[in-house]
């Protein structure tokens, strides 16, 4: 069996010491703010730290992105493929980004070029740290003997069962993304209403349900999360957070109270993904029977 490499992107918001640990490299993404500052994004922060860039959120100052290229992924692939592996790449949702057309056409170039070889991209329909639990769960396939085709199998098979469950304090950065209407943002705000979201079956982000205060939009997700679930025990839950590192503690340890899983592991949301959710972003995610319970609302 040939070795690979485990690859996904910066959009992941996976702490540099967990990537590092299972051998998962990250392709840096590029971050453009609207007062002309630039840099490129890797999930260590290097070039701009998370306390700046969500300072400069706050102020009103947005940012944009852009999705990687083909040849990005030329690039940062063929050194993997000089050394004589595969490539098992896990990408942004298809469902908001144009990123996993982009990997396979530079895969298909690839293959050209590095005969024999192998770049499987997997659309993971996944976001933020649920990406990132899905490429350590890659990792742990392939720590447990799976080949690039079996991973990749499993992969494609039970990408579904991936919860993401996302809340934020603040709707400005969702009206100014779009997401939400302005006349939404204006009643929700003066209603104190919190939207719970979550990535469907397509790997789009929707809104689940809205509900009134900060701790309730919190709760909620462990109330979802629970009515989801397979073997917690077994299972290391992750949270992400945006710039509210005291308020996603409290919440790890609700998480702890309610949900007998084995740990839960906080990780930073960065700026491809915090620009448009806001500094006040936390998600939870967990592997279950699906995205969302059978019962609505």
């Given amino acids: ?42 999930p260590d922060f290097r070039n701009y730290s998370s306390e700046a860039f969500y300072a400069k959120i706050k102020s009103g100052v947005m940012a944009s992105t852009t999705q990687i290229t083909p040849s990005k992924y030329i690039d940062f692939f063929s050194p993997v493929l000089d050394s004589g592996k595969d490539i098992l790449y896990i990408c942004f949702s298809s469902g908001m980004s144009g990123t996993w057309e982009s990997s396979m056409l530079a895969s298909n170039v690839l293959a050209e070029k590095y005969e024999g ?14 990406e990132g639990v899905f490429a350590l769960k890659a990792a ?49 705000t003066a209603l104190d209403i919190k939207p719970i979201l979550y990535v469907n079956e397509e790997g789009k ?6 509900v009134r205060g900060r701790k309730t939009s919190l709760h909620y997700m462990i109330t979802l999360t629970k009515e989801t679930i397979v073997d917690p025990e077994s299972q290391t839950l992750y949270i992400t957070q945006a710039d509210c590192a005291d308020e996603a503690e409290e919440f790890r ?27 006040d972003h936390v998600c939870l995610f967990s592997w279950g029977t699906g995205r969302i319970p059978a019962r609505q609302g």
């Fill in 140 to 188: 742990e396939n392939k720590q447990n003997g799976m080949d690039i085709d079996e991973n990749a199998k499993w992969l494609t098979e039970n990408r579904l069962k991936l919860a993401h469950y996302f809340t934020v304090d603040s709707l400005d950065c969702l009206k100014r993304g779009g997401r939400i209407s302005m006349a939404t943002a204006i009643i929700g």
């Fill in 1 to 42: 069996m040939r070795d690979y490499q485990i690859i996904t992107d910066a959009t992941c918001d996976m702490n540099q010491d967990l990537l590092d640990k299972n051998n998962i490299l990250v392709i840096p993404m590029d971050v453009k703010m609207t007062d002309g500052e630039e840099f490129l994004h890797y």
């Fill in 253 to 279: 340890k609700e998480v702890l109270r309610e949900i007998p899983c084995r740990d839960v592991v906080i990780t930073k949301v960065g700026p491809v993904v915090g620009t448009h959710t806001g500094p």
């Fill in 117 to 130: 070889q192998r770049v499987i991209s997997i659309d993971s329909l996944c976001a933020c740290g649920g």
């Fill in 205 to 210: 982000l929707v809104v689940y349900k809205k």
